[in-house]
């Protein structure tokens, strides 16, 4: 039990000091009170206080520890912060301060529970700190509205995206998961035995964009800039292919018209050497890898781009496969989809345009209403979209210090207080904040340990020089052999 103290300005609506001596609940712990209600607080600091030492002249003069009992004059004191209270079975604000005196107690985890809104049959990512509770969060309140996953590199961004996909994977019912993923992170579940059969992995020698299933639109915004007259005639070309006997034309078809049809010469030849350089990047074919039919519920497709050093090519991809999804979503053709981007300030930058940028922007504007959910995990925010960042009504935050990131995030969510925001640079690694739609208030997470395998790109850098000794002593050795 604890003890409401009169302390400076406090108490007041907003926070107050207590006497936790006999309280086992550090920084971050719950409370509850009664005042007009059952009011639920936050500790937000914790202080050891001993009178015998307040005066700095006094403890420099003489050995207190000698003379006086100072251990019996030491108190433990602790700052919290006033969140709501119940209230006639509802959540209120606070509007009158407790009073000195009053007794606090460590809160019920059932109450904490039903007043930061988890669910018990949720996605469950980890605990909440100081109270021994899941930090299991509603599915359709996490994904519906679109979230975020933001943490500098090396703080947990995308382990904590893999219990996630674990949490989803392992449901009876969830969404089709397409991820779109440069540096093959989460590749390691297509080779996990608890997963592999529900997980398929496209790399670059088995990913193909269907020539027919593009439009001379879709083809000019791979590109910066497209005269109107190169579009013109790119359109006609494609039209007339699409409507002859034919229609299963590839890029090589598209190219013969080009170059038998009467045009400008000028545009004719800007037009080739566009579309030669497509050509070139081996990704358009005749068929669409990965097809709708790869999209399923409870299955995750992973378009592993770690292979693939041309940057456009990467954006290219990313483009016409979430462009094809929520089209075909919004056509009712594939089921409820969460598309999800690793290195999403890659896709979608906040200053340059970019073939992907504009379908991620729409998703996150538009994709609610036909169940087409947008994942976006990035370590350096400031340069995510604002809009679409602002539309992941639910962001999971990790360590983050630099400081335009951390005004980014702060200027993109209204549920970070000045108190939230300076608490983020000290996270530890797969230590998090919740906020958003997802959760009624902050709240602070510890990731739980993972599932699955995980990825070897996560592994150290004495690791990787180990492999690498071995594979060029297997390689001398062989060599060896042959001679």
């Known amino acids: 039990m604890a003890t409401v103290i009169q302390r400076g300005d406090t108490p007041t609506s907003r926070e107050f000091f207590m006497v936790h001596e006999e309280l086992d609940i550090g920084k971050g712990g719950f409370v509850q009170l009664q005042n007009d209600g059952t009011v639920i607080g936050r500790i937000a600091e914790v202080y050891k206080a001993n009178e015998y030492f307040e005066d700095a002249e006094s403890v420099s003069e003489m050995d207190v520890r000698q003379k006086f009992p100072v251990d019996d004059w030491e108190v433990s004191i602790a700052k919290v912060s006033i969140m709501g209270k119940f209230k006639e079975d509802m959540i209120r604000r606070v509007t009158k301060s407790p009073r000195p005196g009053t007794s606090v107690k460590k809160a019920k985890s059932e109450l904490v529970r039903e007043f930061l809104g988890l669910d018990e049959n949720g996605l469950e990512l980890g605990e909440v700190q100081q109270q021994n509770l899941a930090a299991s969060f509603d599915m359709t309140d996490t994904l519906q509205k679109h979230f975020a996953v933001l943490a500098q590199s090396g703080a947990g961004k995308s382990y904590s995206t893999s219990v996630m996909l674990e949490e989803l994977l392992d449901r009876q019912k969830s969404p089709a998961i397409v991820a779109v993923d440069p540096h093959g992170d989460y590749t390691c579940f297509a080779e996990d035995e608890n997963y592999m059969d529900r997980t398929k992995v496209f790399r670059d020698q088995n990913i193909s964009i269907a020539v027919k299933d593009l439009s001379a639109d879709q083809i000019a915004?791979?590109?910066?800039?497209?005269?109107?007259?190169?579009?013109?005639?790119?359109?006609?070309?494609?039209?007339?292919l699409?409507?002859?006997?034919?229609?299963?034309?590839?890029?090589?078809?598209?190219?013969?018209?080009?170059?038998?049809?009467?045009?400008?010469?000028?545009?004719?030849?800007?037009l080739m050497r566009k579309l030669r350089k497509l050509q070139g990047m081996n990704i358009f074919g005749r068929s669409n890898s990965p097809s709708k039919k790869d999209v399923e519920p409870g299955k995750l497709n992973i378009i592993d781009l770690s292979e693939t050093i041309d940057h456009q090519k990467k954006q290219i991809i990313a483009a016409f496969f979430t462009n094809q999804f929520f089209k075909k979503r919004r056509q009712g053709n594939i089921p409820p989809v969460l598309m999800l981007f690793e290195e999403a300030h890659n896709f979608a930058q906040n200053s340059a345009p970019s073939p992907s940028r504009s379908i991620i922007e729409k998703i996150a504007r538009e994709g609610r209403k036909f169940h087409c959910s947008l994942g976006l995990i990035s370590q350096r925010p400031v340069k995510l979209s604002t809009t679409a960042l602002s539309q992941c009504n639910t962001q999971f935050i990790l360590r983050v210090t630099n400081p335009n990131d951390l005004e980014h995030i702060a200027q993109s969510s209204e549920g970070i207080t000045s108190e939230v925001k300076a608490q983020i640079p000290g996270l530890k690694t797969g230590e998090g904040i919740v906020i958003g739609e997802a959760v009624n208030y902050p709240t602070f997470i510890d990731v739980r340990t993972r599932?699955?395998?995980?990825?070897?790109?996560?592994?150290?850098?004495?690791?990787?020089?180990?492999?690498?000794?071995?594979?060029?002593?297997?390689?001398?050795?062989?060599?060896?052999?042959?001679?």
Do not use: C, I, T
């Open 451 to 483: 599932k699955s395998k995980e990825s070897s790109s996560g592994e150290g850098l004495e690791h990787a020089l180990e492999e690498w000794r071995e594979e060029e002593e297997q390689k001398s050795d062989d060599a060896e052999a042959f001679m």
């Open 221 to 240: 915004g791979f590109f910066n800039g497209m005269s109107g007259p190169q579009r013109e005639e790119l359109n006609e070309v494609l039209r007339n």
């Open 242 to 270: 699409q409507r002859g006997e034919n229609k299963d034309f590839n890029l090589e078809d598209v190219e013969n018209r080009l170059e038998r049809k009467e045009m400008n010469d000028k545009v004719k030849y800007a």
